[in-house]
């Protein structure tokens, strides 16, 4: 991947090469121009190495159009997020490439909510970018940069306001913090902290030199998983570098699954409050079975975090995410957030009393299977059309295109999209068991090497 990405949600590259100080300044520039002078921005990073050259130089084109900048330092995503909206910026910027491995950086727009762009206002900056005519002013009239440093008081202060503080403090629990060195290493333990945790802080640097693959996946954890076990520990959270996604292991040091995070959740916020939560097509639907039985309804959003935010806000969702560690509660701010996932489960283990192992089994369990495969562009029009076909006449059936297309099946369903980064196309099918979803999904990719066969 050494090509710069320029999707709706982030712009992402290899630092030296792709991403450079002079795109980081013309995606700079390129903001300022379309919010105009005399606005204000906050600018975040996570911890990678190459953060102060991309901050700089975006915040150099940022100051040079007239747009005031505020520097947040080294904060986590949903922070800086939170920043935005309670310091009523007019956007913000967040240099993170998120779970991506060291070489790479990259930067985020918000709107002034602390959401990602729109998918229109996405368009509207690459195509000013692209374009290369900034609106720059001159000497007299340039941005100011100023600093605030108070994004980790103000998040801890904000979660601490939505949960039982004395409750989950009371069990005094001891718990394992991976933060991979990055953006969650200092917020993370001072909340978990306050909520009378007994903290094992693992790759606890904010070097941003990541002591392991930073997604936070199974094969990627056993570090975690081995410290959980040395030390007894109630539960592992596993963050990723901006500290967004949050992953659980369990008291016997098991890896439970991304899945797990949300459905556990949704399942501790309704067991208080009810109202719709909002998930996107490719989520587990665990959550379907969670809400049905709290009496809730679930909205289906097409897959990337600000579909889901938007459809929150639409639809009055009281709880939102994705099913890869994304926790949203919009009283916080409504982008995926590591910190409330981890106080929500905290307070749902104090509460019941209960152990992880025990909340995840009450939970009916799936087999989820996902692929990708190289495709060439144009395809997954003629793919998802063969392959609602194919499924047309199965016994209570039901289609949702708003994104690929989604098949719902009785208990199982299956979903094929186009990558909206790469020449790829994923497949993810769910059933009760493994070899129901691997025969869902074997059967869609049939569909898709033929359409593929046919267009070599
Ligand atoms: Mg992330």
């Keep these: 991947m050494d090509q710069l990405i320029v999707s709706v949600s982030v712009v992402r590259g290899t630092v030296g090469t792709s991403l450079t100080s002079r795109v980081a300044c013309d995606f700079g520039c390129a903001f300022g121009t379309m919010l105009g002078a005399g606005k204000t921005v906050t600018i975040a990073r996570d911890t990678r190495p190459s953060g102060p050259m991309v901050r700089s130089a975006i915040s150099a084109g940022l100051l040079s159009c007239g747009v005031n900048v505020i520097d947040l330092g080294v904060v986590t995503t949903p922070g800086a ?66 600093e605030n440093k108070k994004t980790h008081s103000h998040h801890i202060e904000a979660i601490c306001g939505i949960v039982d503080v004395i409750g989950i403090a009371s069990k005094r629990f001891k718990v394992v913090l991976d933060s991979i060195n990055g953006a969650g290493c200092v917020v993370t333990p001072e909340l978990l902290g306050m909520l009378g945790c007994e903290v094992a802080h693992i790759n606890a640097e904010a070097t941003g030199v990541f002591a392991h693959q930073p997604e936070p996946i199974e094969q990627n954890l056993t570090q975690l998983c081995e410290t959980v076990r040395k030390h007894k520990a109630a539960i592992g959270f596993a963050q990723d570098p901006d500290a967004d996604r949050l992953v659980l292991v369990d008291e016997n040091g098991r890896f439970i699954g991304e899945e797990y995070t949300l459905a556990l959740a949704t399942a ?41 935010a938007q459809a929150m806000v639409e639809n009055g969702c009281i709880l939102g995410g994705e099913g890869n560690g994304g926790v949203i509660e919009p009283r916080v701010v409504a982008v995926r957030n590591s910190l409330v996932g981890m106080a929500y489960i905290l307070q749902y283990m104090a509460e019941t009393g209960k152990s992880l192992s025990e909340l995840v089994a009450e939970i009916p369990s799936y087999a989820m299977i996902k692929t990708k495969f190289p495709c060439p562009a144009g395809v997954a029009e003629e793919v998802c059309s063969r392959t609602k076909q194919a499924f047309a006449d199965r016994p209570g059936v039901k289609f949702n295109d708003a994104d690929g297309l989604r098949i719902d099946l009785d208990d199982a369903w299956a979903c094929v999209r186009a990558s909206n980064t790469e020449p790829i196309m994923r497949i993810a099918a769910e059933a009760p068991d493994e070899q129901t979803a691997n025969a869902l999904v074997a059967e869609v990719r049939k569909i898709a090497d033929a359409v593929i066969a046919q267009i070599k």
């Design 81 to 146: 997020a939170l920043m935005t909206a309670k310091l009523g910026a007019d956007g913000g910027v967040i240099v993170t490439a998120s779970h991506n491995p060291q070489p790479y950086n990259g930067i985020k727009f918000l709107q002034p909510s602390g959401t990602a762009l729109t998918a229109t206002d996405a368009i509207r900056l690459k195509q000013i970018y692209e374009k290369g005519e900034f609106a720059l002013v001159d000497g007299s009239s340039l941005g100011v940069a100023s």
């Design 268 to 308: 501790f916020v309704l067991s208080r409050r009810k109202g719709k939560v909002a998930t996107n097509l490719v989520t587990s639907r665990m959550i379907d079975d969670i809400a049905a039985e709290a009496g809730c309804e679930v909205v289906r959003a097409p897959t990337g975090e600000a579909n889901v």
